[in-house]
């Protein structure tokens, strides 16, 4: 069961318009930049995937990874807790001039509903957003007390994310504070693309640390020197 | 109510967990019920890649180790000593249901006291007396992309154990959609038995007699052929 | 922020009569056995802490661990999703003659339950059980054409659990198919108490290798030579 | 509407944050808001022992590295660069707020726009107009055991920031217990402002006058002293 693919273009080759596509990464740690570049140089070569909606944390900053998606005009919404940044220019004027959707979810509420689509639990209670406006129309629940709001799982047809190490049946870890979504997007999509910066045989993760055991990955690619978002970021990088 | 002595023909469990494995796809990620399912992965096609998941959060372990050189804290949920494959991985029982529930497994293989011909299971149960135990089996039955039973056609007096619908408390409703019998492979599908395979040995009219719903023909009915020396 | 306790005696010195105490382990995998018999011990020569509601996949075996505690009559009832097997005699007998109370939580259910109570999720929806006696009385919903059955979140007043390696501030690794419920359960309780194998200063745990942050964990207790519960139980032992 | 002149009198940020950093007890789990908030760590009191989580997953979380040395897969919520002290861990993202949203937290501080005196909290947004953004906040709301402000007692252009009721969008409902403002500390209970300290410089009647709802007196009000070169 060897997961492997051999390049970007490949693992990403299969996304179809209107695709509904978790990204990783939270700021600028842990996203997979090199799949998202693989993604857009696909649609500006092809027109396709268009329409996409994207959940992840943020919605881009800079001229990089997803910020560079919603400016070549292949994003058509947004799902994140945080689009207000000062370099997120890209989704600020689309959203502001009406062109590209936005879902706002608080980042725990993001955080649990991507973990229960992995786990197969259609609704939870949580005590976020009670009494506010991102509660509108939700239902509630008085339990011991406290006043709940009923949230829904959040799945994706695809996931894109980045592990550090990785194997050819799909188990990864991550590096640092990129594991952020990275873990539980990849138990959410239907089709769970990983990049590695080192990919190795199928044993070369001690099981007891595995953070993403393999079942979760459908596709692995080994991207040894990838760039870093927040590095790009700061010194102006364009995709 | 039979016209045949089952006994004489009827597979051995064995022959039936060598049946159910020939339909374990290559590259699948699959869980094996504990006690009579369990035999099925002896008998795994040569060639066929597959990962067995155990619910207290192992993934990718192999064949038990030899006698004396358990270690046990490496076990299955059926407490039996296991050993890992390369890649196994372990996890903690919560991820290990979100494998379950979240669709991840292929395929689930259980026993069963009674399955009805709209799919619901019954098998953790055959009453209110004696200390009830449920474990994983309610969890399993959901979330699996394939939910298959292996069992005897009939119980050890005779009685069907397909029925109409199930008289023993339930495990799953409407959650089986192949069973493989001492005496044939049906599929369940719009809540009815469907018929795939049965021994060449019994007929459709001997069969239908030792089964407590009807069994539907849709399509060919080929021969339940298995090794015999298993 | 030293978590460090120097005995078992002092760890489990704090847990009352009438106490809900979640205990890790699976079969004879993962169980805190030394912390347990302590607690046995202070229960045979104090007489507390008496009916206690003990939490555990299953119901013990053999005259060691849980099946002990419930042997000693200082179990009032049980929360497990497995009690009965060949050699749990000491929850058979108690609950055949009525002496001891049941929940019987299906596995999946008890995990997650467990882990939404760590989680502040005080409900959840779940497939298990739906149509099913254990389902009897709880409220069911239908997501997508599905029907799931609502559960609530299991929480406890102390929960036992065994780590491999621990440090001071109460991070903590499993060994192999120890994990199972012990991390969770570390979530679940008020004050959860860890014995480990071996216990380091804090940092010998590498940050991205930690399974259990310390944020979890009360007190930790060295036990650097722990019995192995399915020995003891294979070789009669009692205590 | 005010006999007084606030920025004469009123605490910096940093004397602000001085205070709050007081409180904060030895052996502690504490999450710090982005922006303002964060400034509190550098102010926390010699010998506690405090660990600070971030929401994108890091416990035990140390100074800022020195310019040139950031390691960018290591930052904090705010998207800073941090160091990790000894005994740090990582988990991910459903972990991270499970510690928030469980009541793991023993303090989370936060910004404000206004403060309710029966405890809610407007931070998120002042409007409907521009781009929306949440982050963790309505998380952090809930959950911690103790959730505390840091804020000007008045807004820039000198309106109440403490008030009857929000009129900016709720980011949680009566969860606030303390707020530390540039004027005075102040305890919310029983759906009441309850003073607790207040600049010695400034009257009951002056503080009233900046505040948008009745301050209630119980116990001693002590005077609010903090360092001045900060």
Known sequence: ?239 | MTDFNIPDVALSNAQIAWRAAQDIEDGSYVNLGIGFPEMIAKFQPDGRDVTYHTENGVLGFGKAPLEGEEDWDLINAGKKAITLKPGASFFHHADSFAMVRGGHLDLAVLGAYQIAQNGDLANWRVGSKGVPAVGGAMDLVHGAKRVAVVTDHVTKDGKPKLVESCTFPLTGVGCVTRVYTSLAVIDIADGKFVLKEKLPAVTLAQLQSVTGATLHIDGEVADLIVPEDL
């Open chain 1, 1 to 239: 069961m060897d997961k492997t693919i051999p390049n970007l273009e490949k693992a990403i080759s299969e996304i179809p318009d209107g695709a509904q596509i978790m990204i990783g990464g939270f700021g600028g740690s842990g996203a997979p930049i090199e799949l998202i570049h693989a993604l857009i140089d696909r649609f500006r070569a092809t027109g396709s995937p268009k329409n996409v909606t994207v959940i992840n944390n943020n919605a881009g900053n800079g001229f990089i990874g997803i910020a560079a998606m919603i400016k070549a005009g292949m994003v058509g919404k947004m799902i994140c807790s945080f689009p207000r940044s000062s370099n997120a220019e890209a989704f600020n004027e689309k959203y502001l001039a009406g062109d590209i959707k936005l879902e706002l979810v608080p980042q725990g509420t993001l955080a649990e509903r991507i973990r229960a689509a992995g786990a197969g639990i259609p609704a939870f209670y949580t005590p976020s957003s009670f009494g506010t406006e991102l509660a509108n129309g939700k239902p509630t629940e008085e339990f011991e007390g406290k006043r709940y709001v009923r949230e829904r799982w959040l799945k994706a047809d695809f996931a894109l994310i980045k592990g550090q190490e990785g194997d050819t049946v799909g188990n990864l870890t991550y590096r640092l504070a990129g594991r952020n979504f990275n873990p539980l997007m990849a138990m959410a999509a239907d089709k769970t693309i990983a990049q590695v910066t080192v990919l190795g045989a199928a044993g070369t993760i001690n099981p007891e640390q595995v953070i993403t055991p393999g079942i979760f990955v459908d596709a692995v690619v080994e991207v040894s020197n990838p760039q870093q978002e927040e590095v790009l970021v700061r010194t102006g990088v364009v995709h």
